[in-house]
T-cell receptor, first 118, second 113 residues
Framework: ETGVTQTPRHLVMGMTNKKSLKCEQH?????MYWYKQSAKKPLELMFVYNFKEQTENNSVPSRFSPECPNSSHLFLHLHTLQPEDSALYLC?????????????????FGPGTRLTVL | AQSVAQPEDQVNVAEGNPLTVKCTYSVSGNPYLFWYVQYPNRGLQFLLK??????LVKGSYGFEAEFNKSQTSFHLKKPSALVSDSALYFCAVRDRTGGKLIFGQGTELSVKP
């Protein structure tokens, strides 16, 4: 509906597993984001990619590894996660300008992946 | 540092009554302000934003928000609530120097018939 799709929608994994979350945007945007949404907490920005370059890593543990092969696709690789990593992981995209002061970049979100770590 | 506060965890409204969801912010300079809505098991949907100009911003589904610089507020309003408006609402702020988008903790709106 918003032009941003995420797969899978639900994922259950053990602490020793390796899995990947996928995000794809069909809006022609040049920036993509990963957010973590936990119950009763504000959205936490995890990673930002502008023009396929990672521009922000918001003190995220190394067990989360992002990958942005092109401007339409974003992955979040997961390994050796902890139960407290269980949350809704949201992907978003926006159109940014190189002059960030003029960029109003409305972000459009995917439906999220509900992750449960056992 | 930028911050956003949504002082009410939950707002209850009867269908047909006006609704207000409150948001206050703190940012250096003039802000960009956003409202998003999240329905159960869904991502966030963009409702409206303030960039510049008219302080009253109109958005999707009959919602509007008023930017009040002196009170540093950006309250979301709708003249007549619908049961289908029941959802989680997020206010967000960003400064004009390229900073990241900061979200409030969300307000759960419940509209009863």
């Amino acid at each position: 509906e918003t032009g941003v799709t995420q797969t899978p929608r639900h994922l259950v994994m053990g602490m020793t597993n390796k899995k990947s979350l996928k995000c794809e945007q069909h809006l022609g945007h040049n920036a993509m984001y990963w957010y973590k949404q936990s119950a009763k907490k504000p959205l936490e920005l995890m990673f930002v990619y502008n023009f396929k370059e990672q521009t922000e890593n918001n003190s995220v543990p190394s067990r989360f590894s992002p990958e942005c092969p092109n401007s339409s696709h974003l992955f979040l690789h997961l390994h050796t996660l902890q139960p407290e990593d269980s949350a809704l992981y949201l992907c978003a995209s926006s159109q940014v300008t190189r002059d960030s002061s003029t960029s109003t970049d409305t972000q459009y979100f995917g439906p999220g992946t509900r992750l449960t770590v056992l | 540092a930028q911050s956003v506060a949504q002082p009410e965890d939950q707002v209850n409204v009867a269908e047909g009554n006006p609704l207000t969801v409150k948001c206050t912010y703190s940012v250096s300079g003039n802000p960009y302000l956003f409202w998003y809505v999240q329905y159960p098991n869904r991502g966030l949907q963009f409702l409206l934003k303030y960039i510049t100009g008219d302080n009253l911003v109109k958005g999707s589904y009959g919602f509007e928000a008023e930017f009040n610089k002196s009170q540093t507020s950006f309250h979301l309003k709708k003249p007549s609530a619908l049961v289908s408006d029941s959802a989680l609402y997020f206010c967000a702020v960003r400064d004009r120097t390229g900073g990241k988008l900061i979200f409030g903790q969300g307000t759960e709106l419940s509209v009863k018939p």
